[in-house]
């Protein structure tokens, strides 16, 4: 059923606006992180594979380099800043 419903996503697609299948690397803090956007089925956030429906991965969703994004936490708000998108 996944392959049947599958979309394939065009690698020159992805450099302008956060998509499904981009890696991201974001500054928090003063530390770079990089992020890939997948799938629900795909998540692994110990390996920083996040999922587009998650916090973070919807917060990261159409945005460009240089934005930053602000995402509420139980314990207040992490700002995140676009570093790149491949």
Do not use: M
């Not at 992805?14 to 991201?24: A, D, L, R």
């Not at 530390?31 to 997948?38: A, H, S, Y």
């Not at 930053?68 to 676009?82: C, D, M």
Request: proline share 3%.
């Amino acid at each position: 059923d996944t392959i049947k419903n599958a979309n394939l996503i065009k690698k020159e697609d992805q450099h302008q606006k956060v998509k499904i299948g981009s890696t991201v690397k974001v500054s928090k803090e003063g530390k770079e992180l990089t992020f890939r956007i997948v799938g629900s089925n795909e998540t692994r956030p110990e390996s920083g594979l996040i999922s587009n429906e998650s916090p973070l991965g919807r917060g990261f969703l159409d945005k460009s380099v240089g934005e930053e994004i602000i995402i509420k936490v139980p314990s207040g708000e992490v700002k995140y800043k676009i570093l790149s998108i491949n």
